[in-house]
């Protein structure tokens, strides 16, 4: 069947773009640019074509960088390395500008078997150093980078070492006091590259490069005191700490006719210098690692993420710094320390009393600073970090003291509330009571005092007692008028029942003695208030709470009740009770003229 010619078109663009060859790298064996400078030289941005073929890996990735300054041969070192034509591998130039720009990467690794680990090796290429037009500024975060992300650092330097090499260092040298100076025993959290000293010259008689190396790191004399030479002798004293983590290799020059080495076949090239060369892939076959980040070594889209990481670090900073990267590091460390400091203290059931607060608060956050200590990058700046830490926990906990405050605040209200209300409700009973008030009282303070916790059980404790005092003078206040007025009733009530109801003379002699006593006493005394200082009215006190208020009985609740059955047994005596049992003889009865005309 014959497709008509738009048909055909679109067909075909779909199978390109299905082959992934409109935006995906198909041929792997050349290089990439993985870092590219910004059009004015002084930052550095990620290039995803190069990052592409590293994203690819998924064994653990090592990297080994050559570093140096322009001109001193590094791409042609590592097309050495990876066995590779000028053609073929790294572009090598002849002019006196420098031909990489920014850090390139050979897209297909060499894969080796480290201490029986399959692992993907990439070749990085560096642009050199002290070109022109670019600031100092620019190279120091060429060489941080390539610091940081390989796991071997050539350092490729032509005939000697100067005194520009030894302080370009000394963020290497940061770095190993930062994050490979740890106790041993310990994983290591970072591992900063190895250093190789690859120095490339046209005589080898004299002294060995390992001897070069140590007389350029020896402290300088500095009789004077300069300040100058004080911080050149710092950084030869801490190059010293970096021991093992280094190694000197000498290489010859290969052919003195340098512009046409890539034209050469090893035959023609000097045999000491292919003889070196090979024991230089040996030496570093032998020193590369897998690069270990926490403890863990990475595959290609962590290794890109780790990347991103340090580049983001390094241009946010004028100068790059060691300090800078260690709180990139960091930062996931302190997260998950701050997140493990939030849930245990979520775990806690607000409100409690400030002092058990601070201390789940100092417990908690010694534990997260514990896990910090054990797990951060760095020992010097990660002090920052620390710090960093420190305060976010401080913010946390000004937050948890405030909703410690809120609760413990709304809880106080609604006892003292409660209290409150429970107090208004003592000072209307029906009966008053003073030890039902004095339990009730108690029973108050005693419920606000166990269960009001927290930094506002001091002001309402305050509030509690002023209105304890002031509930307690008003209900003594009324007291004995109330209980006055009382008897005064009851003595009447009494009289109405004795007469009309149980019709018992005697208690309704009793009563009228009782009305009597209590209206002429305080006639007499022109107060009811005298009344209360008499031992006979402690008395009847006495008795009106026996009666109205034990543990076993609350009248002033059973009132109705009580009352109510008295009605109906008072009312079943005298429509049944006389007439099944006869009179009672107890007590002296009203005598019914009726009743005594039948009898007769």
């Not at 005589?203 to 070069?212: A, C, P, R, T």
């Not at 892939?281 to 863990?296: D, F, L, M, N």
Request: hydrophobic letters at 40%; proline letters at 4%; charged letters at 25%.
């Amino acid at each position: 069947m014959k497709l008509s010619w738009p048909i055909a078109v679109f067909y075909t663009f779909l199978c390109f773009f299905a082959s992934g060859s409109f935006s995906s790298i198909e041929n792997f064996h050349q290089p990439f640019p993985i870092i590219e400078p910004d059009p004015g030289h002084t930052k550095l941005r990620l290039s995803r074509e190069g990052l592409e073929a590293i994203e690819k890996i998924t064994t653990p990735i090592a990297a080994v960088a050559v570093i140096g300054p322009y001109r001193s041969g590094k791409s042609f070192t590592l097309n050495q390395l990876l066995s590779l034509s000028c053609d073929e591998g790294f572009g090598v130039g002849h002019m006196r500008d420098t031909k990489t720009k920014g850090i390139w990467v050979w897209g297909t690794p060499v894969e080796m078997d480290i201490n029986g680990v399959r692992t993907s090796v990439f070749y990085l290429d560096t642009e050199g150093f002290e070109s022109i037009g670019k600031s100092n500024v620019y190279d120091d975060r060429i060489f941080a980078l390539a610091a940081v992300m390989s796991s071997v650092l050539i350092y490729n330097l032509p005939e000697t070492i100067r005194e520009a090499d030894i302080s370009r260092l000394s963020f290497a040298v940061e770095l190993a006091e930062e994050f490979y100076g740890r106790v041993k025993g310990q994983d290591v959290a970072f591992e900063p590259a190895k250093l190789l000293w690859l120095i490339q010259r046209d005589f080898l008689q004299g002294k060995s490069v390992q001897e070069m190396v140590d007389e350029a790191l020896r402290r300088v004399p500095n009789s004077n005191g300069d300040k100058n030479i004080d911080q050149v002798n710092q950084i030869r004293d801490s190059l010293a700490i970096m021991g093992d983590n280094s190694t000197a290799f000498s290489l010859p020059q290969p052919h003195l006719q340098r512009t046409k080495l890539c034209d050469m076949k090893d035959a023609e090239l000097d045999p000491l210098y292919v003889k070196k060369r090979e024991q230089l892939k040996e030496v570093v076959a032998s020193i590369i690692r897998p690069k270990i980040v926490q403890g863990k070594s990475l595959n290609g889209k962590e290794f890109v993420s780790f990347l991103e990481q340090i580049l983001d670090a390094l241009n946010k900073g004028e100068i790059p710094s060691t300090g800078s990267l260690v709180e990139v590091f960091n930062k996931g460390i302190l997260e998950r320390c701050l997140k493990l400091y939030n849930e245990r203290m979520a775990k806690l059931v607000l409100p409690m009393p400030g002092e058990s607060l601070q201390k789940a608060h100092v417990e908690n956050r010694q534990a997260a600073m514990n896990v910090f200590d054990e797990q951060h990058f760095g020992r010097h700046h990660a002090k920052k970090s620390v710090d960093k830490l420190d305060e976010e926990i401080e913010k946390v906990y000004k937050n948890i003291m405030l909703a410690n405050e809120y609760q413990s605040s709304k809880l106080c209200e609604a006892l003292y509330t409660r209290c409150e209300d429970k107090m208004d409700n003592l000072q209307v009973l029906r009966l008053p009571s003073m030890a039902k008030f004095n339990a009730g009282f108690i029973q108050c303070n005693q419920s606000f005092h166990g269960e009001c916790v927290g930094p506002s059980k001091i002001n309402y404790e305050k509030r509690m007692m002023k209105m304890l005092e002031k509930s307690k003078s008003s209900f003594i206040k009324d007291y004995n008028h109330r209980l006055f007025n009382w008897l005064v009733a009851f003595s009447l009530f009494m009289v109405v029942v004795g007469r009309f109801v149980i019709k018992f003379i005697l208690v309704e002699i009793g009563a009228w003695i009782l009305f009597i006593f209590l209206e002429t006493y305080t006639r007499m005394f022109w107060s009811a208030e005298s009344l209360y200082y008499n031992p006979m009215w402690h008395f009847i006190v006495a008795t009106w709470e026996t009666l109205v208020y034990s543990p076993i009985l609350d009248l002033d609740r059973w009132a109705i009740p009580v009352f109510v059955m008295a009605v109906i047994f008072v009312v079943y005596w005298r429509c049944y009770g006389r007439r099944k049992h006869g009179p009672m003889l107890l007590l002296p009865m009203y005598s019914n003229p009726k009743d005594r005309h039948r009898t007769e």
